[in-house]
């Protein structure tokens, strides 16, 4: 990432032939020199310095510039001194091994009457502290740098949590640096949705100001991110890629496409792509024909926004999206944050890293501001009769995997039926039950328990809204069954047997899930039973229940893992 442009960069090299080197650094500023291209990789300081740049508002290091105080009689021009040409790639390489976490440094040569200046660009990190290998915590105070105190480290920790690259201000950038064509075509499309005519719209600068494009007539990081340039990304923010590509089972590419662009330009590309890719088939089932596509394109929409909104930005990296016919991969940069995981996405309330960004798409009706991303992308693949997409991170990425194998046919058909009367609890438990018939609650419970928090009443919600599914119970536990009438449709070859006291056993698991334990004569109440014994006997065939003392002291409770 350049912190600094050439120009910058190069004024300030000519201003040290005019004064004291010192005097012309500051917080975003520093001079070195060294003998060599050996010596600057054996310097342990240099990884401190780019440490408190990184850690405070990112700067630049310039190497072949004397130090003012070796400087005789004021010939301030005896300060440049250049440094020797070396290979940038390495030189940025042996610096990262020096530092963690990973900082994405830019190293590059500039040339100033005839000596050359490695310039090495440190950028501000704003999700994590660098620190150098060694341990050190550098933060940059006025012209020097010095280690943190344990203090000041906890208090940087607690700042990064709030911390929104995304709303930085870009003082050196004007109106110029959008692209054209997209920020016509969005301004288009914004009026269009907002209902403005020709008398009426806004123009230009009141829509950026109104989407948070810019802040007081000033550029911000999300607007160039937005609809900026390509150059301007690369210059200001830095190279952020995108990848799609589409691999059929025969090993062929017919996409794969990278480019860096801004987020509207890329938003449309792929999308295109995935139009490509997405052919539409033609299924019978009970002698109907319906029309299905490989995979739902709201779910794709909602994969891929999630990428751009939550991605880190303050890293470089690449979004990408791996279609194999099989499965549909996306996967950006940097980890979950604001204590959402894999385990909790489904049920956890959104956090934003990138709080102006999101505000900007929403703005666009491009995200939800309800965070029903994750929701949708189940629905989309759960009506399909697939599982639920999976999260997880992979080396300091996030991905998500949505299941693009064969379809259940009896759940496409159904939900096409009517569609809004099933939700993603719905499906899972009808996904969970096609061609077997039933399944235990207990399973059930597990696949559901990523979705929603009070899983035994969203379950018994469900069941009770949906004539083709029933709770049951016997003495190994409580079931949702197919009913008898919807057996064919859900391709069920064997029907789960149950026996006279299934309501039973139903009623014993509802109890104790809610009280927690019950007396003998708690359940004898609850049952109808005539006495004590014949609940008893009742409770202790019953494989998911457990008993604690004896005689009228004795409680009854689920056993563990029946809940």
């Known amino acids: 990432m350049i912190v600094l442009n050439a120009e910058e960069v190069i004024k300030i090299i000519a201003a040290c032939e005019h004064v004291d080197s010192e005097m012309l650094e500051n917080e975003t500023v520093e001079f070195k020199e060294y003998k060599d291209v050996k010596a600057l990789h054996n310097s342990k300081e240099l990884a401190e310095e780019i440490s408190a740049l990184a850690n405070k508002q990112g700067g630049v290091v310039i190497i072949g510039i004397k130090d003012g105080n070796n400087v005789k009689n004021q010939e301030w021009a005896t300060q440049l001194v250049g440094f020797e040409e070396g290979d940038v790639l390495e030189i940025e390489q042996r610096i990262k091994g020096k530092l963690q976490p990973s900082l994405d440094i830019t190293a590059e040569y500039h040339q100033f009457e005839e000596k ?78 907002k209902g403005y005519t020709e008398d009426n719209s806004p123009g230009h600068k009141s829509f950026l100001e109104a989407i948070g494009a810019t802040s007081n007539g000033k550029v911000t990081k999300s607007g160039i991110l937005f609809l900026g340039k390509e150059s301007i990304i690369r210059e200001w923010l830095g190279v952020y890629e995108y990848r799609f590509s589409w691999k059929t089972r025969s090993g062929k590419l017919p996409i794969n496409d990278v480019w860096d662009s801004n987020l509207w330009a890329s938003i449309g590309r792929s999308k295109k792509h995935f139009k490509t890719c997405n052919s539409e088939h033609e299924i019978e089932f009970r002698k109907k024909k319906y029309k299905c596509k490989t995979l739902d394109e709201s779910a794709f929409h909602e994969g891929f926004m999630n990428a751009l909104v939550h991605r880190d930005y303050s890293i470089e990296g690449m979004v990408v999206v791996d279609f194999d016919t099989d499965k549909l991969t996306i996967t950006n940069p940097g980890v979950f944050y604001g204590g959402v995981s894999a385990e909790n996405i489904g049920t956890h309330q959104p956090r934003h890293r990138n709080k102006t960004l999101a505000k900007l798409l929403m703005s666009f009706q491009l995200v939800d501001r309800a965070g029903m991303g994750v929701k949708r992308m189940g629905l989309g693949s759960l009506i399909y009769g697939r599982q639920f997409p999976s999260f997880r991170e992979v080396y300091d990425t996030v991905e998500v995997m949505m299941p693009a194998e064969s379809i259940l046919l009896g759940i496409f058909v159904l939900t096409r039926m009517d569609p809004d009367k099933f939700g993603i609890i719905d499906l899972i438990i009808l996904n969970s039950l096609y061609r077997n018939g039933a399944a235990s609650v207990t399973e059930v419970s597990k696949r559901v328990k990523g979705v929603v928090s009070d899983v035994w009443p969203a379950i018994r919600d469900s069941v009770d809204r949906h004539n083709q599914v029933e709770l049951c119970g016997t003495k190994d536990g409580i079931f949702i069954r197919v009913t008898k009438g919807w057996n064919d449709f859900f391709d069920v070859k064997k029907t789960l047997r149950i026996s006279s006291t299934s309501d039973k056993h139903v009623k014993v698991y509802d109890y104790l899930l809610e009280f927690g334990e019950a007396t003998n004569e708690d359940i004898t109440n609850l049952l109808g039973h005539k006495n004590a014994t014949h609940t008893s006997k009742f409770l202790r065939e019953a494989s998911y229940t457990k008993r604690a003392g004896n005689g009228s002291s004795a409680r009854w409770s689920l056993i563990e893992g029946a809940v």
Not at 128 to 144: A, E, F, H
Not at 156 to 177: H, P
């Open 116 to 193: 050359y200046y490695l310039v090495i660009h440190a950028p501000a990190r704003r999700d994590t502290l660098i620190s150098t290998t060694s341990g050190k915590v550098c933060i940059r105070d006025g012209r020097s740098s010095r280690p943190m105190a344990p203090d000041e480290i906890q208090n940087a920790v607690g700042s990064l949590r709030n911390y929104d690259w995304t709303a930085e201000i870009v003082e050196s950038l004007g109106l110029d640096c959008f692209d054209e064509i997209s920020i016509n075509e969005a301004y288009d499309d914004y009026c269009s949705r």
